[in-house]
């Protein structure tokens, strides 16, 4: 809308500027009117808001000078007769729509192709997550079939491991039984000759109990040797069978482990409430096997259980032949080793009156060596004070003054005195040493006849009690494993 008179363009009235948009006057009631709404996100209305914003000029209040009377307004207006010089030109304005136009219309477009370009994008990034976590998925299944056919075997393999190892323990234990029944007389002679070991001193005589009793062991040694051998061998196996029950159970532990790993990763979806960020995990890589190795681990110890089977089964045979014996020759060596411990004991119990009337004899003669010695020892006693005296005596002359200090007569008596004591008190002390040695000597031989009787009198115990042990003896099927 156009003023009535106003015939001339303001892009005529002066310099035309080049800005298409020049700054308008700074007095417009817009920025005193409109409060500006800053976006969430967005720091300066600038950003968003648009910068060309049509500006209202205020028009300055109208005085009396400027009345009309005649009411028909003038043909340039004064006060907007200033402003026509800074208006745009009808091409500027439709240069800007054009300019603005094409900028939006460019803008619009790369956005369009943005927005198609990052919806292409999202969809081939979804389709490959999608396929890598069914080809993980496919994996893990995979990867717990093959879990499960080892599992398969190392159960199977493990019962068959479990069942040998039963059978060898029966076969041990039948081993010990018939050993324990035929050890019943080698025990009895065994334990004789360790019992007969405990004699002290000379008694440890290689008499004709000994070598009945070693006759005796004699006749069961090699049959003891073989089920001894035997039977440590089924414990050496038992001990590598149970180390391969070991290898197995612990690899199906690991096995069962892994099995439930794997198939709680492989029910894992992206709604599942377990899942987490679990930053630079796929960095560290704390693998310690591949696949052939992994299979081939489980392959060597089914492989290590079945060699450990076949040897327990040769075992278990080798021990059916070791179970035969003979016991007539042990009841020969029986009868006559009890005749040689019954001539033993009456030979031991002689010599223990003998010891025992000579230990009276010692005792005797100690008792008079003490005396003496509590005698010498008041005598020396006795002797301490004298010395004292003499010795208080020259040490108190030595306080004589000057020309006092005279070696007279009492001085070489003093000293003499002290020498004679002291040699008298060195000769008691003396004989007190020889007296002690000789009450030592006989304390000595007193428990040398002590000695000698326990000794007499432990070997008497012990032949006793080593017949006390041979009153029974087994049966000929029990010795021979029934």
Not at 349 to 354: G, I, R, T
């Amino acid at each position: 809308m156009e003023f009535l008179g106003t015939t001339q363009l303001a892009s005529y009235c002066g310099t035309k500027k080049s800005c298409l948009f020049p700054d308008l006057a700074p007095t417009s009631t817009t920025k005193d009117t409109y409060q500006s709404y800053y976006l969430p996100g967005y720091r300066y209305l600038s950003s968003w808001r648009p910068s060309l914003l049509h500006k209202v000029v205020s028009v300055p209040p109208k005085t009396d000078k400027q009345f009309n009377p005649t009411g028909r307004p003038p043909t340039i207006l004064p006060a907007a007769r200033s402003t026509l010089h800074a208006r745009y030109s009808t091409r500027d304005w439709h240069h800007a729509n054009m300019v603005q136009l094409r900028g939006s219309e460019a803008s619009r477009y790369r956005a369009g192709r943005l927005n198609a370009d990052s919806m292409r994008l999202m969809q081939n990034k979804d389709q490959l997550t999608y396929q890598m976590q069914e080809d993980s998925r496919r994996n893990l299944g995979e990867r717990i079939s093959n879990i499960d056919f080892w599992r398969s075997e190392l159960i199977y393999e493990l019962d068959c491991l479990l069942k040998e190892i039963q059978a060898l323990e029966t076969a041990k234990k039948r081993l010990e039984c018939a050993a324990d029944e035929m050890e019943g007389p080698l025990k009895v002679a065994l334990e004789c000759l360790y019992h007969r070991e405990k004699r002290k001193g000379i008694d440890l005589v290689h008499d004709d109990v000994e070598k009945n009793l070693i006759k005796e062991v004699d006749v069961f040694k090699d049959c003891q040797e073989i089920l001894t051998k035997l039977a440590q061998k089924i414990n050496q196996q038992l001990g590598i069978n149970r180390d391969a029950q070991h290898a197995l159970e612990q690899d199906l532990s690991d096995k069962n482990s892994a099995h439930f790993i794997d198939e709680k990763c492989f029910n894992l979806r992206n709604t599942s409430d377990s899942i987490n960020f679990y930053h630079g995990v796929e960095k560290a890589d704390g693998t310690v096997s591949v696949p052939s190795t992994w299979a081939k681990f489980s392959e060597d110890n089914i492989r290590c259980s079945q060699h450990a089977r076949a040897n327990s089964v040769k075992l278990r045979e080798d021990a059916e032949v070791g179970l035969e014996s003979t016991s007539e020759e042990m009841w020969n060596h029986f009868i006559s080793t009890n005749l040689a411990f019954n001539n033993r004991i009456a030979e031991v119990a002689d010599s223990k009156n003998k010891l025992q009337a000579q230990l009276a004899k010692i005792l005797q003669e100690i008792f008079q060596t003490e005396d003496t010695i509590m005698l010498l020892e008041s005598s020396i006693k006795a002797k301490e004070y004298p010395l004292k005296v003499a010795q208080t005596r020259l040490e108190g002359r030595t306080k004589r003054p000057n020309i006092e200090l005279c070696r007279d007569a009492p001085q070489f008596q003093l000293v003499t005195e002290v020498y004679t004591i002291d040699d008298t008190l060195q000769t008691l002390k003396q004989r007190l040493q020889e007296a002690r040695d000789t009450l030592q000597v006989l304390i000595l031989n007193k428990s040398k006849l002590e000695h000698e009787i326990s000794v007499k009198a432990n070997s008497f115990f012990i032949d006793k009690k080593c017949m006390d042990m041979r009153k029974v003896f087994p049966s000929t099927p029990r010795l021979i494993g029934y």
